[in-house]
């Protein structure tokens, strides 16, 4: 079973199933054929066409499986958890009126 842990793209062949497991939040994108997609804990299955993308939790377990004659191209896009993004957004802050802060002395 393959673990996502990071952001990685690879193709499945038609008719094969591939399992893995969702180490963290991740953002799923298909690309060439269809896919088939079977998550734990859900009792829907997914038919995604190429576009298509499907946000995953953390520590679920998938099973892809491309449809049609071509391999399909799957992205997986780790997500960015709460605590980093309001890390990021705080810090932007911080700069921005840092710049700004900085541009009113320069006035005076």
């Known amino acids: 079973m393959r673990e996502i842990s990071t952001s990685v793209t690879f193709e499945i062949n038609p008719g094969e199933t591939v399992p893995m497991r969702i180490a963290r939040g991740t953002r799923l994108t298909v690309h060439g054929s269809p896919v088939w997609a079977t ?3 859900d009792i829907e299955d997914y038919w995604l066409a190429p576009g298509d993308r ?3 939790r953390e520590r679920e377990r998938l099973w892809l499986s491309a449809e049609g004659d071509k391999p399909a191209r799957v992205v997986f896009t780790i997500l960015p958890r709460r605590d980093e993004r309001a890390i990021r957004w705080l810090s932007t802050r911080i ?3 840092a710049l700004r802060f900085r541009a009113g ?3 005076v």
Do not use: V
């Open 39 to 41: 998550r734990s804990n």
């Open 54 to 56: 499907l946000n995953l």
């Open 95 to 97: 700069e921005r009126l």
């Open 105 to 107: 002395w320069r006035t």
